[in-house]
């Protein structure tokens, strides 16, 4: 879809650096959704007088109206570079947008950056819809939220008119994920199919590669049980001992699993099974397991990873807390984000917090 917009201000002679700003057109790369559909509704400006002094606050600032679709809940958008006759003001770190309806970019100290030229942006995480202030109308058809764009003008810009055109977009993460799901499911699926018609220890440990990396649950213990089959008919030659056969597939497990210094906490079901099917292991097996100093290290990784993780949901949790009794100040909510507050350890976060709640007034 669609739809064109401008937007146009004055430039008196006397302004230090006062720009012309124009705003045209909208991409949406949704085609084909139920209703409603993705669309910018109303921009307004807030702020349309600049000065080069290359800060935000001082630069351009406009409210883009959005409707978005219920069950979209990730939101980007892109920006051209602002153009002139004269002269142009590169989009890349130049503007950034947030707003109040994100989880992630919810004011302008948490704006998400525009770091590319016609590049869609980070996502802006949309508040779960069953939060109040996750939709501004609820007697319109999917959720209406505000994006605030803002724009800072580079020292030495040129005195003129500017143009940009921007994209929009929104898209449901978890329906991506289960079609990553499927994809990798269907992969791992013809992997242990070549192992089996070609049983050889590269085509299984490719097939067990593939397999350990799917969500647990009944497919992927499925493959690896087809797998444990294959090396047991290997296992059974007399080009593989039983013993190494086991072992050899722990070895793939473990070779699957991302360098230490990669790790994430998605990784862990992994690390987890990796460690699992070697603690299967008898002890003559166990010896044959050639790297498994890098599972004891990757398991370490993840306990350090868990720790750093429980935080930094403390802090969220404490954040919000504190967001939700600035947004409606009463002693329910002001006791409820200290509770949150005071499970966090010492440091200049938990001090900014108390001083946020310091200083609003219940009325």
């Known amino acids: 879809m669609n739809i064109h917009s401008s937007r146009a201000v004055r430039v008196p002679l006397f302004a230090v650096v006062l720009m012309l700003v124009s705003f045209v057109g909208i991409h949406s790369a949704l085609a084909d959704y139920p209703s409603p559909v993705l669309g910018v509704t109303e921009i307004s400006s807030v702020q349309t007088f600049a000065t080069a002094d290359g800060t935000f606050a001082n630069g351009w600032k ?22 002139s006759a004269l002269g142009n003001i590169p989009a890349g770190n130049n503007m950034q947008i947030y707003s109040a309806q994100s989880s992630n970019a919810f004011d302008e100290a948490h704006a998400v ?5 016609g590049v869609y942006s980070d996502p802006l995480n949309l508040l779960p819809i069953s939060d109040p202030n996750s939709d501004l109308d609820l007697t319109k058809p999917g959720r209406q939220i505000q994006i605030t764009m803002e724009t800072k003008v580079p020292v030495g810009s040129v005195v003129t008119s500017y143009s940009t055109s921007y994209g929009i977009q929104s898209t449901d993460p978890g329906a991506t994920a289960n079609a990553a799901a499927a994809t990798a499911l269907t992969i791992a699926t013809n992997a242990v199919v070549t192992a089996e018609a070609n049983p050889n220890l590269s085509n299984i440990n490719y097939a067990a590669l593939l397999a350990i990396r799917l969500p647990t649950g009944a497919a992927r213990t499925s493959l690896l049980v ?5 090396n047991a008919r290997l296992a059974a030659s007399a080009t593989l001992s039983a013993d190494q056969g086991a072992a050899n597939l ?11 210094d990669a790790l994430a906490l998605t990784d862990k079901d992994a690390v987890d099974s990796a460690n699992t099917a070697f603690g299967s292991l008898t002890l003559a097996q166990r010896a044959l397991v050639t790297n498994s100093s890098l599972l004891t290290a990757d398991i370490s990784k993840i306990a350090e990873l868990q720790a750093a993780d429980a935080d930094a949901v403390a802090l969220t949790n404490a954040t919000n807390a504190v967001a939700a009794f600035e947004a409606n100040p009463n002693e ?20 900014a917090l108390f001083d946020r709640i310091d200083a609003v007034v219940i009325p």
């Open 62 to 83: 406009w409210v883009f109206n959005v409707t978005v679709p219920t069950d979209e809940t990730a939101l980007n958008m892109k920006f051209a570079d602002w153009t």
């Open 332 to 351: 329910s909510s002001k006791n409820l984000a200290i509770l949150w507050i005071i499970k966090l350890a010492n440091g200049p976060a938990k001090t």
């Open 226 to 230: 087809r797998l444990d089959a294959i």
């Open 113 to 117: 950056l525009i770091t590319s030229t």
């Open 250 to 260: 722990v070895i793939a497990s473990i070779a699957a699993l991302p360098g230490t």
